[in-house]
């Protein structure tokens, strides 16, 4: 007769809910276990019932079959496309085969076909208490048999439900040998002292904590009344009472619940401990477990911790300026006598309260910004404001608002410090009014000595000492007719006069010479630009410091061909620019020892000539613009005010300027 190919078993990753059949066998932590007497007697009595060679306990998983208990045969395990067990994972009752040889599924397997030439196979699933089939209890036969009575069957079921039982049995037990050895490693590794007590108040349990903190041995109190061995003697009635009220009535002890009260060492010594007491029930009997621990150092630190605080609130109440704390709702939890003074509202009636209700809006909002800012961007400010108080009050303050950090790391309010500086700030303005005032004085003893040295050297070559007015009113007219500023018009009006003042150190032999000067003479006249520097320097008021550039760079070209440092074009200050025409229109036009004055006209053409050489060319077109300007309101017979003194200042002509 022909054979058809073995049949392969079910793939259990093709079999419905295969990974949580997997789940259910591996939860067992069996597989690859070493034998276990239980499940050999189960394989020996089913060996024996059914009077068969063989019997298994095989358990399925993924890739293979594994044998938990083996009768008859030396396999711990085979493949899976060899398993007849795997076949009956998909039924709920015994699988029976009663000649392998005769059934398609198992004709061509090599157990059947060769050693130990397999024919009869009974198997009843192992299923777990939810539903899930993990392998089976077999009995194997090497003759083919007529089948398997209904009573066998059941029998053989009953047997394999054994199996499952006793694994349960184990699970179970391995789980609560694991909760014990957690439990004893808790209770043994734990810093607080773990003590359990019976009904009677005895000591059942006492951990190595407990010996540590108490001075006795885990031997010693066993069985020992609790209150005896860690309670004081004047606190022993009460905990006895309330250990027999609470066995009465249910009251008494107070359990779940931290509370602090003495605590008594062997050697005598009390201590500060913190005691939570648990009830438990067990099976037969009632049981009380304390946990304690010493407070000594926690004590010691919170009295620490009250003393430095007590400190720090004296440090702070005594310091003069205003400190307080407010929470993340910019509520006051926090201000010292300073700021209660401040505020003009004792303490009791600023903490809780938000600035809206304390001072007037306009303050409050601004208060309100700045706080929020710190709030939202955990910077610190600082910043000087005068503030309007709850009296009606102004006052000015340095201030700054920090941002709290809780412990978190985040930003859990604002710490501020307010400090009062009316009275510095009306003094600062005195001060500046009165340092105003004396170098205004200063500067007008030194303007007015300068004047005099400038008149001084005036004197030797112009015997009315006009001169240097005349620069300073024509010097004003050009600087306001190029637009520059009110307040450097002002200035140039008032330092130009003092340009030659350096003449003081020129000799008269050199000065009023009539004749051309020779180029070493020419050379010592070039002096006087320096030296009227140098008595010039060292001011610090924008008028000394006008009348030095001016000394300085009023004989520069335009072209770079003056003196002293020879600068060109802009290099030259305005001020010097201006000054240089200002000062030769009115030395051209005026009389003097060793020349004669030139006329009005001459004088302009000079000048014109010189524009862009010796002179800057907008400096000469404002200039003549200036000159032109005056004609026209000379001819219509009006002076603005602020061409009177350039009226004086200019000579007549005898035809307007065209």
Not at 34 to 41: G, K
Not at 52 to 64: H, K, M, N, Q, T
Not at 73 to 89: I, K
Not at 456 to 464: H, K, L, V
Request: proline share 5%; with cysteine; net charge negative.
């Amino acid at each position: 007769m022909r054979r058809e190919p073995c049949s392969d078993p079910p793939r259990p990753d093709q079999a419905s809910g295969e990974a949580t059949r997997l789940a259910a066998l591996h939860r067992y932590q069996v597989l690859d276990s070493p034998p276990e007497a239980v499940f050999d007697r189960t394989v020996q009595l089913a060996a024996h019932l059914f009077k068969a060679p063989v019997a298994l306990i095989s358990l399925v998983d993924e890739r293979r079959q594994w044998f938990k208990a083996c009768h008859g045969l030396n396999l711990r395990e085979t493949e899976l496309s060899l398993s007849f067990c795997a076949h009956a994972l998909a039924t709920n009752s015994v699988l029976v085969v009663a000649d392998a040889r005769q059934d398609a599924r198992f004709a061509n397997n090599p157990l059947v076909t060769g050693d130990p030439h397999l024919r009869f196979y009974a198997g009843a699933p192992l299923v777990t208490p939810d539903g899930h089939t993990i392998g089976t209890l077999c009995v194997i036969d090497t003759e083919p048999r007529s089948g398997l009575g209904e009573a066998d069957a059941a029998a053989l079921q009953h047997l394999a439900s054994g199996v499952i039982s006793e694994l349960e049995l184990r699970l179970t037990l391995a789980t609560l040998h694991r909760r014990e050895a957690v439990h004893a490693a808790v209770v043994t590794s734990s810093l607080d002292a773990v003590i359990v007590m019976n009904e009677q108040g005895r000591i059942t349990e006492w951990n190595p904590a407990a010996e540590q903190l108490f001075g006795y041995s885990r031997a010693e109190v066993l069985g020992q009344d609790l209150s005896e061995c860690i309670i004081p003697q004047d606190l022993r009635g009460a905990h006895r009472r309330a250990l027999a009220r609470h066995l009465n009535t249910g009251e008494g002890l107070v359990l779940g619940h931290r509370m602090q009260l003495p605590a008594l060492r062997r050697n005598g010594e009390t201590f500060p401990a913190e005691l939570a007491i648990c009830a438990l029930q067990v099976p037969g009997e009632r049981l009380f477990t304390a946990s304690l621990r010493d407070l000594t150092e926690v004590r010691a630190a919170h009295d620490a911790l009250e003393a430095s605080h007590a400190l720090l609130r004296a440090v702070v109440d005594t310091v003069p300026e205003a400190i307080y704390v407010k929470d993340s709702q910019r509520r006051y939890t926090m201000i010292n006598a300073a700021g209660t003074a401040q505020i003009g509202r004792p303490a009791e009636a600023i903490l809780g309260q938000t600035d809206e209700t304390l001072f007037p809006a306009q303050t409050a909002r601004e208060s309100r910004r700045r706080d929020e800012q710190v709030l939202t961007q955990a910077v610190a400010l600082s910043y000087e404001v005068t503030d309007m108080l709850p009296g009606g009050a102004r006052r000015t303050y340095w201030a700054a608002k920090m941002p709290a950090f809780g412990a978190d790391g985040k930003v859990s309010g604002v710490i501020g410090v307010a400090i009062d500086i009316t009275e510095r700030k009306d003094a600062e303005t005195t001060v500046r009014h009165q340092n105003a005032l004396l170098a205004s004085r200063v500067e007008a003893a030194q303007l007015e000595i300068l004047e005099r040295l400038a008149r001084a050297a005036e004197y030797r070559d112009d015997d009315t000492g006009e001169h240097m007015h005349r620069v300073g009113a024509i010097a004003a007219g050009i600087a306001r007719e190029l637009g520059l500023p009110q307040e450097t018009v002002q200035l140039i009006e008032r330092a130009a006069p003092m340009h030659d003042v350096g003449k003081i150190g020129v000799s008269d032999t050199i000065l009023l010479k009539p004749g051309r000067l020779t180029p070493e003479e020419f050379e010592v006249v070039q002096t006087h630009c320096g030296i009227g520097s140098n008595i010039l320097s060292g001011g610090h008021s924008p008028l000394m410091t006008m009348a030095e550039e001016i000394a300085r760079t009023h004989h520069e070209r335009w072209d770079g061909s003056g003196y002293p440092r020879g600068l060109k074009g802009r290099t030259i200050p305005v001020s010097g620019r201006i000054v240089a025409v200002a000062d030769v229109l009115d030395a051209l036009t005026s009389e003097r020892p060793y020349k004669r004055a030139w006329s009005m006209e001459a004088a302009l053409a000079e000048i014109q000539t010189q524009a862009g050489k010796h002179f800057d060319p907008e400096v000469v077109a404002a200039l003549l613009r200036l000159l032109a300007r005056r004609e026209k309101e000379v001819g219509e017979g009006f002076k603005p005010p602020a061409e009177e003194r350039l009226s004086k200042a200019l000579p007549k002509r005898g035809k307007t300027l065209h």
